[in-house]
């Protein structure tokens, strides 16, 4: 059974819902907070002075939250690398009764486990810090808004904030930078993190235990709309573990007494260096036998890559106008936030419906972890 990242996909979605929900409570705690009083000539005073006791919620949100991800996100690659280990022994059950029989041999995976999950868990705890002053400049940015509205009236000052809380609903908690200079929101910042985690958890347990059995040849599968930084390994043979470079090399067949020339085209850390197995990447990696391995065969397009980046495009206005009509003020502003989520839905329904491609409806859900 071959492993991708895309297995433990489910995985990384229940670490990134957390956050993505821990997002929508402080929106929802900050619109609360400011449409208290809001008729009050002496509003933007008592805002102020209520500070405190915001900071105080938001704080609450965020230890809650620290808690609950550095658990699910052990868990989280705990499994995935139960899963990459099975997907092994699945492939070489396949194939030869020694092979089998090694790759069930345990292997010590403690260590692993821990290490993986310790890095997962440092680079999404560097989000915990930003939460709360990325909040509270929200809030303080929605009292100056409104505030300097041109006119004393309720009315007036209403519509300043919820312009002002619009745009921090719009985009999220955002600042956060990777390790390629790229800026993300925090809820993408944290899928995207913890995708990379659970996959590279994954696949270092599949090609772990294929090496206690022997098997140092994997091959990269075909997908469909594949992107341009894995299209060079698609189909292609690569080391388990060793130098980079393509070559052609003699190895000794899979079950036979003899040896077969394949062509390598380098190894597996150089391809995913290169980009392959990245997040959201649909690429499995499998066992490679010399000899008894087929010629894959290709695959059927639904659609191009750029339209899988549209729709994921589609999915994130979704959730952005879904934490609008949470941060809304009047029910007005909540049906216009409503009627733009279904517009986008609708656009996800055309577009999936011209392409083929699988519409993905949980990706535009604020799921229900509070």
Same mark, same amino acid.
């Given at each position: 059974? %071959? ?18 929900? @821990? ?5 929802? !705690? ?16 008592? *805002? @102020? ?12 949100v965020i230890d809650a939250l620290a808690a609950d991800a550095t658990d699910a ?14 997907? /092994? ?7 030869? +009764?020694?092979?089998? @029989? ?15 999950? @310790?890095? %997962?868990? &440092? ?13 509270? =400049? ?27 809380? =619009? *745009?921090? /609903? ?12 790229? /800026?993300? =929101? ?6 995207? %993190? ?20 022997? +098997?140092?040849?994997? !091959? ?33 067949? /899979? ?14 850390? &150089? ?15 499998? %066992? ?11 695959? &059927? ?20 106008? *879904? ?12 049906? !216009? ?12 329904? &055309? ?7 699988? !519409? *993905? ?5 604020i799921t229900g972890s509070r």
């Amino acid at each position: 059974m %071959a492993i991708s990242p895309d297995m433990a996909e489910d995985l990384a979605r229940a670490v990134s819902s957390l956050y993505e929900e @821990a997002e929508l409570v402080l929106v929802e !705690r900050i619109r609360a907070a400011l449409a208290q009083g809001l008729e009050s000539p002496r509003w933007a005073e008592l *805002k @102020a002075r209520a500070l405190g006791d915001l900071s105080a919620a938001v704080q609450a949100v965020i230890d809650a939250l620290a808690a609950d991800a550095t658990d699910a996100t052990a868990q989280a690659v705990a499994e995935a690398y139960t899963r990459g280990q099975q997907a /092994a022994v699945a492939e070489l059950g396949a194939v030869g +009764v020694g092979q089998a @029989a090694a790759a069930a041999e345990a292997i010590p995976a403690g260590a692993a486990v821990d290490r993986l999950a @310790a890095a %997962a868990v &440092e680079e999404t705890s560097s989000v915990h810090q930003r939460i709360l002053r990325a909040s509270m =400049d929200a809030y303080r940015d929605v009292i100056a808004r409104a505030s300097a509205a041109p006119l004393t009236g309720a009315n007036t000052r209403r519509q300043a904030a919820q312009r002002a809380l =619009d *745009k921090f /609903a719009a985009r999220g908690i955002t600042g956060f930078i990777d390790a390629r200079g790229r /800026a993300w =929101d925090m809820v993408s910042y944290t899928e995207m %993190a913890t995708r990379s985690a659970v996959g590279r958890a994954a696949v270092q347990a599949h090609t772990d235990r294929l090496g206690a059995a022997g +098997v140092e040849l994997v !091959r990269v599968s075909r997908a469909p709309e594949e992107c341009p930084l894995c299209r060079p390994w698609e189909g292609k043979v690569l080391l388990r573990e060793g130098p980079g470079g393509g070559r052609t090399v003699q190895v000794r067949h /899979a079950t036979e007494n003899r040896t077969v020339t394949v062509r390598v085209s380098g190894s597996l850390r &150089e391809a995913r260096e290169a980009g392959l197995l990245h997040p959201n990447c649909r690429h499995q990696v499998s %066992a490679y036998f010399p000899g008894l391995s087929r010629a894959l065969e290709p695959v &059927e397009q639904r659609g191009t890559y750029e339209d899988t980046q549209q729709q994921r495009y589609l999915e994130r206005q979704v959730r952005a106008w *879904k934490r609008r009509a949470a941060a809304a003020m009047t029910e007005d502003a909540r049906r !216009r936030a409503n009627a733009r989520v279904r517009a986008y839905q609708a656009r996800i329904r &055309e577009l999936t419906a011209d392409t083929g491609l699988p !519409r *993905k409806s949980h990706r535009e859900q604020i799921t229900g972890s509070r």
